[in-house]
């Protein structure tokens, strides 16, 4: 195909396909004469695996080209290409030595601490949030979260066994990116139904003036 019909296929411009292929994301199509090329199948999945990267929102073009070389040259150790993936997505907390608050709620939980896997540091700032604000953190509300998650992760990493390194590469970044959305909107849809529906009573004005 040539470059205006996998614009139309994939629904990217021209010139932002032109800007993959400059800045070295999008590989050059075959040459068929000195202004046209040729492009692939393989090049509408790259072009569109590109899409949803930088469609994340609002990832970085310089996290997009860091993932795509996770794909394209994944390192020797699988876990260390997923974990290097994955922390290539928002939020971006700066990394220090070590992480206590995140260090304590890992091990309680049954976890693996990790300290140069990116979600260790967010969880310690997430925890660190919740403790500033007065919210409550103790092992019972550590539980009721890390023991849903426990549940929900095992199904999604379920399918990782059966895949090539950089077809799980794909599935666990645009997974973790697409899905956590999901997530949050499920639990604020619950929280709704609970109140609207009786199953948990709504809060009442204090009767102290």
Known sequence: ?????????????????????????LPRGEAVSATNAEYGEEHLARVRLIAA???????PLSRV??????IDEPAPDPVETLGRAVGALPPYVEEADDYPRAREAIEHAGLTYEPRFA??????????????AGLRWNPSVLSRYADA?????????????????QDAVVYAV?????????????????HHHLLVSGAVPPPTESAAD
């Open 1 to 25: 195909m040539r470059i205006s019909e996998l614009s139309k296929r994939s629904g990217v411009p021209v010139a932002t396909l032109k800007f993959y292929i400059r800045e070295g994301l």
């Open 53 to 59: 990267l930088a469609d994340v929102r609002g990832l």
């Open 65 to 70: 080209r860091e993932i795509l070389a996770l």
């Open 119 to 132: 979600a260790v540091r967010q969880l310690d700032s997430a925890i660190r949030a919740i403790e500033d």
């Open 149 to 165: 998650m426990r549940a929900v992760a095992g199904e999604e990493v379920a399918p990782v066994a059966e895949m090539t390194l």
């Open 174 to 190: 645009l997974g973790t990116a697409l899905y956590e959305p999901v997530m949050l909107a499920l639990r604020r849809l619950a």
